[in-house]
């Protein structure tokens, strides 16, 4: 028997390239017998949780996979850590509404607004030295946990590092100035910390960039476009001398060439159109059609033309991303299935080859962070394969179940004997009396309108708000009087069941809320059951007959470049 090697050396470069023999071999899988081995399974069960969260997530694989680093990454990417970094972002771009100079006021009014609160120096520069804290922990574990030769190749960890630079350098020029200094530097950075940890606005400016080139051609003709009939408006306008007001006006937009610019600048939005156009058009009609063919040119062609090459290019990234997403998915499972199957005691009995034991993975989902409505379903399933050894295949089809989701079921309505009571539940719980509650909530709208349009010279003080106060009452008891007939009608749990009205009271939705909160017996229709129930919401889902699957060999393929794990068939 070998001798156990360190922890901290990745599962498959033992189990697979540590020995030279194969994997299916009962030497290089070794028999679970005394701390070495115990210590091994752990760590092996401890890499294949991770991989499978990793693809769960959609995140990237490639990160340390030792003990102590595995320990790291799930803390990194725990709720409490993600939301004290998210806290942290939210802090630093809040900064902008308290530093000085700001407007943040009781009142926009300028009559009556007090001058803005001037923080003293160092307060929100203390702050703010507590958010740029946690960034340098933030890149300090990322770069640790991709490690050196991936830190290198990662343009935002460098952005990253950069900023924090500059932005460290530029707090201490203002405490050296005491808060004086003319221009702070590091303002202007604090959006990238939101954009380095949203996967979505990166997705957003990848596209942006991959999007310029094709934007550029349209740009460019817009620009010719623009300057071609700045030309000619000055031409046509500019020529005639300033007899009376009329031309004076006519003349503000095109009187030298940046102001012509600006002016079909902005009309070329549509924004604007009288005031640029009615002053010339009042003087002679024929000018019209420089404005007619300026809009049919610019704006109904290029900026169409510019809009469709934008989606065009957003919606194929978007199919780009999505395969990229499941590429990833399918990576993580391929990845757990190779470390799980390695430690597998029954691959040579197995028809297919080496296999996943079911037990084992029982094992490692109980370590897997999901959701308490999916893991006992998902085990349930697994269970459901006997003691086969799952392969491959199997094994990737059971990560579909994580993308489903449950549905609530509708409880049955009560059942009345009295046909006067089943008459009543009928005519409660018809569509129409909703529209009614609507209607009547409409009308609550309409007569407070009016109210407020009445009284709207009468002096608080000399307000008489008694038959408005009458109305509000009747129509909260009639909010009321629909909730007990709907509950009657449908029972509590299937009234809270249904959405609310869109006109609803603000009195009926806080109890409804509460309700919905307190009625903990929701009724959920199980993942295992028919499939044909079971509400499949996941966006990538809606593409995935258009995606293409991942073939083994570029799974493998891609698992033997992994910076941190010597993967040998």
């Known amino acids: 028997m070998e001798e156990p090697r360190e922890e901290s050396e990745p599962l498959l470069s033992r189990a697979r390239g540590g020995s030279g023999r194969p994997a299916g071999s009962a030497g290089s899988r070794g028999v679970r017998v005394g701390p070495g081995a115990a210590s091994r399974q752990d760590l092996c069960f401890d890499q294949a949780a991770v991989f499978i969260e990793d693809a769960i997530q959609y995140r990237s ?48 009014d300028v009559r009556f607004r007090s001058a803005p609160w001037d923080p003293p120096c160092g307060l929100t520069e203390s702050v703010e030295a507590l958010c740029l804290l946690v960034f340098v922990a933030d890149v300090s574990v990322k770069s640790y946990l991709v490690g050196w030769a991936q830190f290198r190749k990662n ?39 939101l954009m380095q940890n949203s996967s979505m606005m990166k997705k957003t400016l990848k596209c ?9 051609s349209v740009v ?18 500019t020529g005639e001398k300033q007899d009376d007001g009329q031309d004076r006006e006519r003349l503000t937009y095109f009187r030298n060439l940046p102001e012509a610019l600006t002016s079909l600048l902005v009309l070329l939005t549509t924004a604007n159109n009288p ?14 059609f420089f404005f007619i063919v300026f809009t049919l040119i610019g704006s109904l062609f290029l900026m169409n033309l510019l809009t469709a090459i934008i989606y065009n290019q957003f919606r194929g990234y978007l199919m780009k991303s999505f395969q990229t997403s499941l590429f990833r998915r399918r990576l993580g499972a391929r990845a757990a299935y190779e470390v799980l ?49 799952l392969s491959a295949e199997e094994f990737q089809k059971l990560f579909n179940e994580f993308d489903k989701r449950v549905i609530k079921e509708r409880p049955p ?96 939705v806080v ?53 941190h794990l010597r993967l040998c068939r």
Request: glycine share 4%; aromatic share 12%.
């Open 341 to 389: 199957s390695s430690m597998s005691r029954r691959g040579e009995a197995h028809p297919r080859g080496v296999g996943v034991d079911p037990q084992d993975f029982l094992q490692v989902l109980q370590r897997v962070q999901l959701d308490s409505h999916q893991k006992p379903v998902i085990m349930e399933k697994v269970r459901s394969y006997g003691g086969d050894l």
């Open 61 to 108: 694989i490639n990160h340390r996979m030792d003990a102590r680093s595995m320990w790291l990454y799930r803390l990194y990417y725990s709720n409490t850590c993600q939301w004290m970094l998210s806290l942290t972002i939210f802090l630093i771009l809040l900064l902008a509404f308290i530093e000085t100079p700001s407007s943040l006021t009781s009142t926009a």
């Open 208 to 216: 942006i960039r991959s999007s310029l080139p094709e934007m550029a």
């Open 413 to 508: 309505r009560p059942e009345y004997r009295s046909p006067f009571l089943r008459s009543a539940q009928f005519l409660f719980s018809h569509r129409y009396f909703d529209y009614l509650g609507n209607l009547i909530a409409l009308g609550n709208l309409v007569s407070i309108s009016v109210f407020l349009v009445f009284d709207a010279d009468v002096l608080p003080g000399d307000r008489d708000d008694f038959v408005l106060g009458i109305l509000n009452c009747v129509f909260i008891l009639y909010y009321v009087l629909e909730l007990l007939l709907k509950a009657f009608a449908l029972g509590l749990r299937g009234y809270l069941s249904y959405s609310s009205n869109v006109f609803d009271g603000l009195l009926t």
């Open 511 to 563: 109890l409804l809320n509460f309700l919905h909160k307190w009625d903990r017996r929701a009724h959920l229709q199980s993942l295992a059951g028919d499939p044909d129930t079971c509400c499949q919401v996941t966006v990538d889902l809606l593409f995935r007959d258009i995606l293409e699957e991942p073939t083994e060999e570029e799974l493998l393929e891609r698992l033997s470049c992994h910076p």
């Open 275 to 288: 005031d640029v156009m009615t002053p010339a058009y009042s003087k002679n009609r024929a000018y019209a």
């Open 155 to 193: 343009p935002w960890l460098l952005a990253y590092l950069a900023v924090l630079v500059v932005s460290f350098a530029d707090w201490i020029v203002s405490l050296s100035l005491l808060c004086q200094e003319p221009l702070r530097i590091r303002r202007l950075f604090r959006p990238f910390f």
């Open 220 to 237: 460019l003709l817009l620009a010719l476009h623009l300057c071609v009939f700045t030309m000619l408006g000055m031409l046509l306008f």
